[in-house]
């Protein structure tokens, strides 16, 4: 399985743009080549605008829609309302979190997360950050990131909290299903004390109209999650949906169809294992008596 090590795309808006000006630029009998000829512009530079690895200017795009012979006002409108989309979204609020971000590509995912629909997560060891409460959050990072400073370790804290206020909450909160492996609620993260609140956190969200989880019992044995954790985004039609797997200093995402699929697949093979929603309810809430003193 090929993974895509490029830029990841900085917003939804921008991969639409992105296969929006190739496909009219493939219409039109054009090659890349040629466009740049005739606008004597980089080539390079229209490559990625195409592959979503940068965004361009509405002067840029009004030069292209020309060359493509697209007059239509309302077709060139829905263009142009593409470009200044993904302006708007260079602005994003975990921007004032840029240096801690940057070295792990998160703000990548962010920038992925904030534009998606709906969320499909497994963890084989942990609690989805978008689930996480402060002091659980705070004894991952410090654990998992000994090069952080205590004050980059708050940063991130905070980014995990704006995150769940941003996407599970909200006119339009993203749909979230969770699958954990049943490591992660016997493996104590923080002290007992954070991992009852912790589960009392999760016992809440699933009661939550647009978060689902569930528990995937030891008794499975082996199974494909075994490879590890991964988190599959579904956004607005027409865009695609794209698989992330995080990893310690370049995570990277999968957006070929068939990687999507077999990772979709592996999802819902485990989500038909998996302790119903129900059945999980009932066990958060017997291992929250089992913690307390």
């Known amino acids: ?20 000006l190739k496909v009219l630029r493939e219409t039109s009998g054009l090659t890349l080549t040629e466009v740049a000829e005739q606008l004597e512009v980089n080539q390079g530079s229209l490559s990625r605008i195409e592959n979503g690895e940068r965004g ?7 030069a292209l829609l020309d060359c493509y012979g697209i007059d239509d006002a309302a077709d060139r409108d829905d263009v142009l309302d593409l470009v200044r989309a993904d302006k708007e979204q260079q602005k994003p ?16 995912y962010l920038a992925l997360e904030a ?10 060891m ?66 007992a004390s954070v991992m009852r609140d912790q589960m009392q956190k999760l016992l809440t ?46 995570s990277v995402y999968l957006e070929a169809a068939d990687d999507v699929e077999n990772y979709q697949e592996v999802f819902d093979y485990l989500r038909g294992c998996a302790l119903s929603p129900a059945e999980t309810r009932t066990r958060l809430a017997q291992i929250i008596k089992e913690l307390h003193p």
Not at 1 to 20: F, G, I
Not at 229 to 247: H, K, M, Q, S
């Open 115 to 124: 534009g998606s629909v709906a969320l499909s997560s497994y963890q084989p």
């Open 126 to 191: 942990l609690v989805p950050g978008l689930l996480q409460t402060e002091d659980y959050a705070r004894a991952v990072i410090s654990q998992m990131r000994m090069d952080l400073t205590p004050g980059q370790v708050e940063a991130l804290v905070k980014v995990r909290v704006e995150r769940q206020n941003s996407r599970l909450a909200g006119d339009q909160p993203v749909k979230l299903w969770a699958i954990l492996d049943e490591a992660v609620i016997h493996r104590t993260i923080g002290s």
């Open 205 to 250: 969200a699933n009661e939550q109209p647009n978060i689902t989880v569930q528990l995937l019992p030891f008794s499975l044995g082996a199974h494909p999650g075994l490879y590890g954790p991964f988190v599959i985004l579904a956004f607005p039609d027409p865009t695609p949906d794209l698989v992330w797997l995080e990893n310690p200093k370049n």
């Open 1 to 20: 399985m090929a993974l895509k090590r490029s830029l990841v795309p900085q917003s939804v808006y921008r991969r639409q743009l992105a296969a929006r």
């Open 93 to 108: 609020w975990w921007r004032k979190y840029s240096t801690v971000l940057t070295a792990t590509r998160y703000d990548g």
């Open 56 to 62: 361009t200017t509405p002067v840029l795009v009004r």
